[in-house]
Nanobody, 121 residues
Framework: QVQLMESGGGLVQAGGSLRLSCAAS????????MAWYRQAPGNSREFVAS???????NYVDSVKGRFTISRDNAKNTVYLQMNSLKSEDTAVYYC???????????????WGQGTQVTVSS
């Protein structure tokens, strides 16, 4: 079983920055895919950014040039640096990981509990 612990959310003024972290712990053999999603009130959960084990990244258009996803494999941690924040970035941000617990076993999906990001205008 893999547990995800998110941190770094909070209240920030528009134009400000926040850095989210998500640390994975538990019985893991490898972490393949790491990503961030977000869900604003009344909206469905949406993809924000992802990073593969080979460190290829992908972003939703609305955050390109403002957000940067990175990972530290030694710490089993994924980060989301968010700059030039806008009010429309306000949401609960969720960490998402695809990990294998054994060398030959299947990969499973795991979600964090979410961390609130509020951007005041």
């Amino acid at each position: 079983q893999v547990q995800l612990m998110e941190s770094g959310g909070g209240l920030v003024q528009a134009g400000g920055s926040l850095r989210l972290s998500c640390a994975a712990s538990g019985s893991m053999f490898s972490i393949n895919h790491m990503a961030w999603y977000r869900q604003a009130p009344g909206n469905s959960r949406e993809f924000v950014a992802s990073i593969t084990s080979g460190e290829s990244t992908n972003y939703v258009d609305s955050v390109k040039g403002r957000f940067t996803i990175s990972r530290d494999n030694a710490k089993n941690t994924v980060y989301l640096q968010m700059n030039s924040l806008k009010s429309e970035d306000t949401a609960v941000y969720y960490c998402y990981v695809i990990a294998s617990t054994t060398a030959r076993g299947p990969a499973y999906q795991y979600w964090g509990q979410g961390t609130q990001v509020t951007v005041s205008s």
